[in-house]
Every structure is written in C-alpha cells, then in structure tokens.
C-alpha cells in the first residue's frame, strides 16, 4: 500500500482551558496499522503534551471500527534478526507506558497485537460495544513483542493470557469487561463523549495527588506488596507537603467544590 499523506495522529484540545487532548490514531486505510512513523508521530505528540503544563489528561481514540490492527506487518515482513535486534526498532513503543500524565484508551473496534498493546499501556481503558482484543501474533509465526504476554498475564490472568496468545482468540467487548480487561463498556457512539467526560473529572483533580496516583497504583504491577504499600504511604504523607491537599480537605468541610492549583 502507498503510504497515506498527511498526519498519522491528529490532535484536539477540549475544556475551557484546554485541560484534555484527544489524540486520534489516524491511518485508516491500513487499520491503524502501528507502523515506524505513525509510532514516531505518537511520542513526540507524547512528548509534547507532557511538557504542557495545560494538559492534564490524554485520550487516545482510533478510527470507526478499529483501535489499531498492530505493528504493521508489511513493514516487519522483509527485517531479519540482526536488524529488529538493534535500535530503533520498537524503541519508542513504550513512550505510552511512560507518560506521567493520566491516559485514557477509548477503544472503538479492533485492538490486535501491538493495538491490544498500546491499550494496556494506558491507564484507563473503555471498550465501544463493538470493540475486538486480542494477540494474534502467533497466527503470523511470532509472539507478542510490546508487552502482549506480560501485561495482558498481569491483567487478565495467566489462563486466559496463555489462551489468547496461544491461540490468537479474540474477545469481544463483553467478554473484555469481565476478564477485566476494559472498565466499562459503552454504546460505540457515545464511547467518545463518555471517555471525555472521564478525562475532564480527572482534570479537575489536583495534578499533583493524579501523578502520584498514576504511579502508586502502577507499583502494584512491579513491586512486592510490602514494598509497594511502603511506597503508596510514602507517596500519601508527600500530599501533606502540597497545597492541593488542604484546599480538599477544607472544601470538604466547608461543603464546597475545591479548586485545585497544582501547588
Ligand atoms: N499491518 C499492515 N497492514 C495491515 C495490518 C497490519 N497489522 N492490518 C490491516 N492491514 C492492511 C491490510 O493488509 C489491508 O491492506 P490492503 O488494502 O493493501 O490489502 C488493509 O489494511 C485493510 O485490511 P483488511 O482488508 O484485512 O481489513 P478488514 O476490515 O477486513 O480486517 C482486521 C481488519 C481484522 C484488523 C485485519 O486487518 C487484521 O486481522 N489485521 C492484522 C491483525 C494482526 O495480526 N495484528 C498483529 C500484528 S503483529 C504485532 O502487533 C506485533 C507486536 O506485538 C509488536
């Protein structure tokens, strides 16, 4: 296929202050296939997103029907090994997985491989209806090489985990839900507006206490669970040392809406 002109991710900015970007994976005439520069494209939208100080949290959407159908499997076909070993093949991947700020997956169809991936690398997952997961990587003579067999091991559990990258087996939205896959399901055409709805009550959190959050509830996937409650009370007396914290606790009391300041 000729490679598609224009921007591979596009991007909007939503609420009054600009708080919410909505990041769009835009490559529909290939299914969103997660090829070299669409993949490029995203971290430096990453990239730049984090260091504005505006956005609070980030949406990633697809297109109609699909999230995103993989790596791109035309791109792969020609490599041999001593070329996927070295950089920068699939080096900047993990540019999701490392976005301080909160992400919400709004997955609206297809999510394969690699687009199963990029979801499970976001915090937040909300399924349309019509949404499909899986790894199919073994169908293609190869294994999950983003994070596949082990977040999806962490997320669903090992069986369920083993089956699908053994196998290839889809599941459906529903069947996503109640492996614990996604967090909600919704209409596919109110999947948008709900994940931004979502997106802007974060925003309204103190910045501060959500990236402390992000990483304390991230821990629990990496640490032991002593260490990792150690590390969660850590982070929960450094929210004594913000402004943030008062201003809730004080609007609690005083039966007002707190706003946050970021201090
Ligand atoms: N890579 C490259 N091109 C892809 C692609 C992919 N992952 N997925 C779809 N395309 C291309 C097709 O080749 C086709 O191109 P042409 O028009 O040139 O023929 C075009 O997109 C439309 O695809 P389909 O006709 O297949 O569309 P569909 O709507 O009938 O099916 C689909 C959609 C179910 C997503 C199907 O395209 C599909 O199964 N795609 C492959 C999914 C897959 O195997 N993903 C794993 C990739 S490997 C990986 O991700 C490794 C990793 O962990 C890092």
Same mark, same amino acid.
């Given at each position: 296929?000729?490679?598609?002109?224009? &921007?591979?991710?596009?991007?909007?900015?939503?609420?009054?202050?600009?708080?919410?970007?909505?990041?769009?994976?835009?490559?529909? #005439?290939?299914?969103?296939?997660?090829?070299?520069?669409?993949?490029?494209?995203?971290?430096?939208?990453?990239?730049?997103?984090?260091?504005?100080?505006?956005?609070?949290?980030?949406?990633?959407?697809?297109? /109609?029907?699909?999230? &995103?159908?993989?790596?791109?499997?035309?791109?792969?076909?020609?490599?041999?090994?001593?070329?996927?070993?070295?950089?920068?093949?699939?080096?900047?991947?993990?540019?999701?997985?490392?976005?301080? $700020?909160?992400?919400?997956?709004?997955?609206?169809?297809?999510?394969?491989?690699?687009?199963?991936?990029?979801?499970?690398?976001?915090?937040?997952?909300?399924?349309?209806?019509?949404?499909?997961?899986?790894?199919?990587?073994?169908?293609?003579?190869?294994?999950?090489?983003?994070? =596949?067999?082990? #977040?999806?091991?962490?997320?669903?559990?090992? /069986?369920?985990?083993?089956?699908?990258?053994?196998?290839?087996?889809?599941?459906?939205?529903?069947?996503?839900?109640?492996?614990?896959?996604?967090?909600?399901?919704? /209409?596919?055409?109110?999947?948008?507006?709900?994940?931004? $709805?979502?997106?802007?009550?974060?925003?309204?959190?103190?910045?501060?206490?959500?990236?402390?959050?992000? $990483?304390?509830?991230?821990?629990?996937?990496?640490?032991?669970?002593?260490?990792?409650?150690?590390?969660?009370?850590?982070?929960?007396?450094?929210?004594?040392?913000?402004?943030?914290?008062?201003?809730?606790?004080?609007?609690?009391?005083?039966?007002?809406?707190?706003?946050?300041? =970021?201090?």
């Amino acid at each position: 296929m000729a490679a598609e002109p224009g &921007a591979m991710i596009l991007l909007e900015r939503h609420g009054d202050g600009a708080e919410v970007a909505l990041v769009t994976l835009n490559r529909p #005439r290939a299914r969103n296939a997660l090829c070299d520069l669409l993949m490029t494209q995203l971290a430096d939208t990453l990239d730049q997103l984090e260091t504005d100080d505006r956005v609070r949290v980030v949406v990633i959407t697809g297109q /109609p029907g699909v999230f &995103a159908a993989g790596a791109d499997i035309k791109e792969m076909l020609p490599k041999e090994f001593p070329a996927v070993v070295q950089p920068p093949f699939l080096q900047h991947w993990d540019r999701l997985s490392r976005c301080q $700020k909160p992400v919400i997956a709004a997955v609206n169809g297809y999510a394969l491989g690699g687009g199963c991936e990029l979801a499970m690398m976001c915090d937040v997952i909300y399924a349309s209806d019509e949404a499909v997961f899986g790894q199919p990587e073994i169908t293609l003579g190869t294994i999950p090489g983003a994070g =596949g067999t082990q #977040r999806l091991c962490r997320t669903v559990g090992r /069986p369920l985990a083993m089956e699908m990258c053994l196998t290839g087996r889809k599941l459906t939205a529903a069947e996503a839900l109640q492996a614990g896959l996604v967090g909600r399901v919704i /209409p596919a055409e109110k999947l948008l507006e709900e994940a931004l $709805k979502t997106a802007s009550r974060i925003a309204a959190m103190s910045p501060i206490a959500t990236v402390l959050c992000k $990483k304390a509830v991230n821990a629990a996937h990496q640490t032991s669970l002593s260490a990792g409650l150690q590390y969660e009370r850590d982070l929960f007396y450094a929210t004594f040392a913000t402004e943030d914290r008062r201003t809730g606790m004080d609007a609690f009391i005083q039966k007002q809406a707190p706003v946050f300041t =970021g201090k």
